[in-house]
């Protein structure tokens, strides 16, 4: 292995040095907001509080029903990433291991979808939830269920196709080595299969909960006081008189947690799945 030489090397240094400081700025901004009292969040701009206090990180849960809509946004995003997985898993395995007639156009037709705004699909799928409310009953609009239907449709194309790319970088030897040994597609699926698509589904499900935990547009719009997740609930700290800032910024901090710690813990498993199949 021959070592780069030392202009190189402290060049990427140095931009290493300033990705960093342009990615944890705002973080840093954001910790020493919430940390101080809202006079001074409004004042002149100071990166060290003069008022250290933690009040902020205890007036988030009173303020808002903070933690009615954690709730609500663990429920729907994990329910959304268990569906894709599922999903995507199953119809993964289906192109990459069957011939079938009209799966070039599958294909191409999953992909294609992510050519077009989600916005497109924000009035169509609230006429269709609405219709349905009407006709059957079944209330789709404003609750849990209509919202992870509406991130399936955004998380399952993409999940789809790169869990079909990963899958066809597992050997079909284990395949035909399972058939041998007596066991049907479903068994060589999840006992031979899944086990070495490991990093490609903690991949997809990582996408798929990151997908739905952030989303706002869709969230506003087809869920209500009860059903509201957090990238919404983050707005009731603004108020017709005031923002509490410094409350904002704690919330803020609070609710992204889960996903930072996850994504520390699966990172590796992530950065497997993403680069599978690119060099065969």
Known sequence: MINPPASFRWLRRIVLLVLAVFTLTPVAVMLSSSLKPLQDVQGPWRWLPSHLTLR???????????????????????????????????????????????????????????????????????????????????????????????????????????????????????????????CGPIRTLVQIIVPAALPGIIAVAVYAFMTAWGEVLFASVMTNDQTRTLAVGLQGYATQTDVYWNQVMAASLVVSLPVVAGFLLLQRYLVAGLTAGAVK
């Open 56 to 182: 902020p990180y205890v007036d988030i849960w009173t303020t808002v029903p903070l933690a009615k809509y954690f709730t609500n946004s663990l429920i729907v995003a994990g329910s959304a990433t268990a569906l894709s997985v599922l999903i995507a898993l199953l119809a993964g395995y289906a192109v990459s291991r069957y011939r079938f007639r009209g799966k070039k156009i599958f294909t191409i037709t999953v992909l294609s979808t992510q050519m077009f705004p989600g916005i497109l699909f924000l009035l169509p799928l609230f006429l269709i939830f609405v219709n349905i409310g009407n006709s059957t009953g079944i209330a789709l609009y404003g609750s849990r269920g209509g919202l992870i239907l509406t991130y399936l449709t955004f998380s399952l194309p993409f999940s789809i196709w790169m869990l079909a790319g990963y899958l066809d970088s597992i050997p079909r030897d284990l395949d035909e080595a399972a058939a041998v040994d007596g």
